[in-house]
């Protein structure tokens, strides 16, 4: 009997209860670690390898991992390649190399309706005008594209009459945002960007204009930003200093980080308004000891392991990141939204760089 | 030079060559060999010292009356080392084994920042002084990657001694050098075990766990990052009795003594899918005590074995031999050093004569892969690194 995904996409993205959530996962994960076996070469002949029988899978912690990496060095379909419509890769500077990711019809809509869900269960369902906080060049520059691109585009269906804030030579566009401000006044504005990006190319051109007396009112805006830290973290920005200082410099309240990766697009991870990531009902995340892979407990650091219910094109709804994280709770996060809550560390030590915005540079 | 950090002695570096085996260089080796074995912080860094240890007097001695035409030889006069990244000791091992030859040195240390190559350095340094004519023969360098660099030190050597991968061996070899200047190559190599079964079923416990230990100290203490550090294990009379035995006492050795990181543990498990997609000789791979140790079963000898299957931090390959001769086909001059146990170091050394090998060879008992000497890689390094005076 087919599962399909429809069915938990028709659940609310954070009201089910840990043993609903986990029975209907673990339906469809099954559903789709056999599909996958049956439709993967590669795929199979990992499992076959590690000596997992897919018919002895009863829930959700017993899903086999892929590695994140292995998406940067083998093509893995589960569908014929005439029924690819899209292949997602990774951001990377040159000689990098990149994850390949391939979607069909079914899982690029899936992936679409899964981030409607989960980002209008915080932004409202209404289109809102949207300021991108990143320079059009992103999307014209084909070395540019991909991830950042990607999220943009993502992004861009939650708003309308949409601006980008920098221009193609990642100056902020002053007077083009502040009459785009005029313009909207009394709005609520939905604004977008990566997070380094931000910080370098907004946050630090507002403070200096806000010293030359110019100011850029942003109290009525939501700002979701994603892409990592690694580099905030180079300049000691922590969190809490990149929301308090946006919201001195502009007035800017509603801020919330994700947690994503090119190789589960559509089921990302909101960071709540008491600072947590939130898994959602359609995808998981499990904290594993690096020595065994055991299942960590909450307050354990270990390694991450994403899970989403999307995947039927490419066999990727259980993989293995390189990022360390740390389970906060589950069901109980004070903002009243069901779910495991969870909080990122980082890169796991000596893991090689990549990343999104991480992999930009100053020209 | 621009650029050169001197961690000990200085840009002047004299050609002036010493006796093989002078005194000079027997007592600045043994006194840093007190200091070093001395210095509570060596505590800390096993191969720190072994290195005190191989260079004590009483080994020098006996290397020393071990080379017969000692009295015939002298230097060839300067050496410049390129000393490998990853092994953080082979650099003061190249400066002796050059040194006892009757060299002058210039060795440049690997640039990543071990604590090992600080601590050798700094007490060459100290004890340098003392010793006027080692002290205007030895310069330890330090300097990132750059070929103008190395350009300016090889136009002066005699010898060179090149530790490294293909590209730092091709890079460094590219510089020219003076038309008598000999070069001694310590390129990538690859290094297998070969375990008799019956020999594990018979040992006792006590011998089994010092086979345990001695395969840890070829492999997990150097994450299998060295050369000599065996990648493939070959199992002649290899039952899975006997392999689970041997297995059992390694996994439960290093499950006590081996800190797994958490990169190298993804390392390995992408590792275990690459190698699962990619190379269809392998059959299953077996995961020991978590991820401590993996276990790649082939069902035969790939080729390619020297460039394909290597593994880090307790990734092997094993495979079953009928007969010993079998891995014969396989082995290329890839192939460096072969550690065995329960069986004959002669009849191994036949077989790779009388069969004509390209490659391997070392071959020494399970526990001995990482012991350099003044043989190694199928050089006789003192022989070369100095010339003979014939008279008569």
Request: charged share 25%; with cysteine.
């Amino acid at each position: 009997m087919e599962f399909g995904y429809d069915k938990l996409l028709q659940m609310e993205p954070y009201g089910v209860p840990k043993e609903a959530k986990q029975k209907a996962l673990a339906e469809r994960l099954i559903e789709l670690t056999e599909r996958h076996y049956n439709s993967c070469c590669e795929y199979r002949r990992i499992l076959d390898v590690l000596g997992v029988d897919p018919q002895k899978i009863h829930d959700c912690e017993d899903i086999p991992l892929l590695p994140a990496r292995l998406f940067k060095k083998v093509d893995m379909l589960s569908v014929p390649r005439e029924g690819i419509v899209k292949t997602m890769t990774s951001s990377g500077t040159s000689g990098q190399q990149v994850s390949r990711i391939f979607l069909d019809k079914e899982t690029a809509a899936d992936q679409q309706k899964t981030l409607v869900k989960i980002v209008s269960s915080f932004t409202g369902s209404n289109r809102m005008p949207m300021l991108i906080i990143d320079s059009p060049a992103v999307l014209k520059d084909r070395n540019m594209f991909s991830a950042r691109g990607a999220g943009i585009l993502g992004f861009s269906i939650f708003g309308r009459d949409k601006m980008y804030a920098l221009d193609e030579s990642m100056e902020l566009n002053v007077d083009g945002v502040k009459s785009f401000l005029e313009k909207h006044s009394g709005e609520k504005i939905f604004l977008f960007g990566f997070t380094f990006m931000i910080w370098r190319h907004f946050y630090k051109e507002l403070l200096k204009l806000k010293k030359q007396g110019i100011n850029v009112d942003l109290s009525h805006g939501i700002l979701i930003h994603g892409g990592g830290w690694k580099k905030l973290e180079l300049e000691a920005v922590s969190h809490r200093e990149f929301c308090e200082s946006l919201r001195e410099v502009c007035g800017l309240r509603d801020i919330h980080d994700y947690y994503g990766m090119v190789e589960q697009t559509g089921c990302i991870y909101m960071q709540c308004e008491y600072g947590h990531l939130h898994a959602s009902t359609y995808s998981d995340i499990i904290v594993r000891n690096p020595k065994d892979f055991t299942v960590a407990g909450v307050g354990e650091r270990g390694l991450v392991q994403v899970l989403s219910a999307i995947p039927e094109s490419y066999p990727g709804h259980s993989l293995l990141t390189e990022d360390e994280g740390e389970l906060l709770g589950e069901d109980d996060c004070p903002c009243g939204r069901l779910g495991k809550y969870f909080k990122i560390h980082g890169r796991m030590a000596g893991a090689e760089l990549r990343g999104c915005s991480d992999t930009y540079e100053r020209r | 030079m621009n650029g050169v950090e001197y961690l000990a002695g200085g840009p002047e570096v004299s050609n002036t060559p010493l006796p093989a085996y002078s005194e000079e260089a027997l007592i600045f080796l043994s006194d840093l060999s007190a200091k070093l074995l001395h210095d509570p912080r060596t505590r800390a860094y096993p191969d720190v010292t072994s290195f005190g240890f191989w260079c004590r007097k009483a080994n020098l001695q006996k290397l020393k009356e071990e080379c017969a035409d000692r009295e015939s030889r002298l230097g060839r006069g300067l050496a410049f080392h390129v000393a490998p990244s990853n092994v953080p000791v082979n650099f003061a091992f190249s400066f002796a084994f050059s040194l006892l030859a009757g060299n002058g040195n210039i060795v440049r240390v690997p640039s990543k920042n071990f604590p090992q190559v600080q601590l050798i350095c700094k007490s060459i340094k100290q004890i340098l002084p003392d010793h006027s004519e080692i002290e205007r023969r030895a310069a330890f360098v330090r300097y990132p990657v750059d070929q103008a660099i190395t350009t300016g030190f090889c136009a002066k050597a005699d010898a060179r001694l090149i530790w490294g991968g293909d590209d730092t061996v091709q890079a460094v070899r590219s510089c020219p050098v003076k038309p008598k200047c000999i070069d001694l190559v310590f390129a990538d190599r690859y290094s297998i075990c070969v375990i008799d079964g019956e020999s594990v079923l018979q040992a006792d416990e006590r011998s089994l766990k010092k086979l345990a230990e001695n395969f840890y100290n070829d492999t997990y203490l150097m994450d299998q990052n060295a050369c000599s550090s065996p990648q493939l294990v070959l199992w002649l009379n290899g039952g899975s009795e006997a392999r689970e035995r041997f297995w059992g006492a390694v996994a439960e050795y290093a499950g006590n003594l081996y800190e797994l990181q958490g990169m190298t543990a993804v390392d390995k498990y992408t590792q275990l899918c690459e190698d699962a997609v990619e190379r269809p000789e392998v059959e299953k791979v077996l995961r020991q005590n978590g991820n401590l140790l993996y276990r790649a079963e082939l069902s035969g000898l790939p080729e390619n074995a020297g460039d394909d299957l290597r593994g880090r931090g307790g990734y092997f390959y094993e495979a079953d031999l009928s007969e010993l001769s079998d891995i014969c086909p396989v082995v290329n001059e890839k192939y460096q050093t072969l550690t065995y146990f329960g069986l004959g170091p002669e009849r191994l050394r036949k077989m790779v004569i009388d069969d004509h090998l390209r490659g391997i060879d070392r071959i020494v008992p399970v526990g001995r892969a990482m012991d350099i000497g003044v043989i190694w890689d199928g050089y006789d390094i003192i022989g070369t690194l100095s010339r003979i005076v014939q008279a008569g």
